[in-house]
């Protein structure tokens, strides 16, 4: 099943926003 696939590279996206996120609560701030 690629689900696996698809929710590890969710996984790794979300990640990757959730710091890009910070940056942007401290810029916005």
Do not use: N, Y
């Not at 590890?8 to 810029?27: A, G, P």
């Amino acid at each position: 099943m690629s689900a696996w696939i698809s929710w590890r590279k969710l996984e790794i996206f979300l990640t990757r926003c959730h710091k890009k996120s910070r940056i942007w609560e401290l810029l916005t701030r």
